[in-house]
C-alpha cells in the first residue's frame, strides 16, 4: 500500500506543477476542479487527446495525474475520507478508491477516465462538488459554466430542435 500512495501523492504534486506552468492554478480547493474540466475540454475531442496537444504525449500519466489530484482534493475536504489502495492488484492505479466517513466509496481515478471517455456530460467540478457539499457548505463556481460542451460538426444537441 505504501508504494501506490507515494504514487498518488507524487503524481498529485506533479499535476499541480504541470498545470500551474500553463498559468492553471491547482491548490487542492473545490473551486479549483473547475480547471481540470476546462483543461480536459479543450484536449479530448471524442475520447482522444487533440493531436500536438500536450496529452497526447502523455495520455495516461495525466490521467492519471488528474485522478490523484480530484482524490487528494476531496479527501482534504471530507474529514475522515481516506484512500483504500491495493498494491497486489493489477489495476491498483485505476481501482484507487477514497472511502467516506460513512463508508461510501468513489473511484477518482475512474472518473476522470470516465470524462475523458463521455466528455462534458461526465463532468469533474459538479461530481466532486456534489461529494462534499454537506462537508463544505460551499457554493457551485459559477465559472464552470464557461466551460462550453464541444458539438460535433453537423450534429445537433437533443435539446436544440431548430
Known amino acids: 500500500m505504501p508504494q501506490l500512495k507515494e504514487d498518488i501523492t507524487a503524481c498529485s504534486e506533479w499535476i499541480v506543477q504541470c498545470f500551474g506552468s500553463i498559468q492553471l492554478l491547482l ?6 476542479i473547475v480547471h481540470i474540466d476546462g483543461f480536459l475540454q479543450k484536449n479530448i475531442v471524442d475520447a482522444q487527446p487533440v493531436p500536438d496537444s500536450v496529452l497526447a504525449s502523455n495520455f495516461g500519466q495525466i490521467l492519471f ?3 490523484a489530484y480530484l482524490g487528494e482534493t476531496i ?3 471530507v474529514p475522515g475520507a481516506v484512500w483504500v489502495l491495493e498494491n497486489a492488484d493489477p489495476r491498483g492505479e485505476i481501482n484507487a478508491v477514497v472511502r467516506f466517513p460513512d463508508g461510501a466509496q468513489i473511484w477518482p481515478m475512474m472518473k476522470i477516465i470516465k470524462r475523458a471517455q463521455n ?26 459554466w464557461q466551460i462550453s460542451p464541444r458539438e460535433a460538426p453537423g450534429k445537433r444537441p437533443w435539446y436544440k430542435f431548430w
Open 27 to 32: 491548490d487542492y480547493s473545490l473551486d479549483s
Open 119 to 144: 466528455g462534458f456530460e461526465a463532468s469533474v467540478y459538479p461530481y466532486a462538488y456534489e461529494l462534499t457539499k454537506s462537508y463544505t457548505n460551499g457554493t457551485f463556481n459559477a465559472a464552470f
Open 75 to 77: 479527501i482534504r475536504h
Open 65 to 67: 495525474g488528474l485522478g
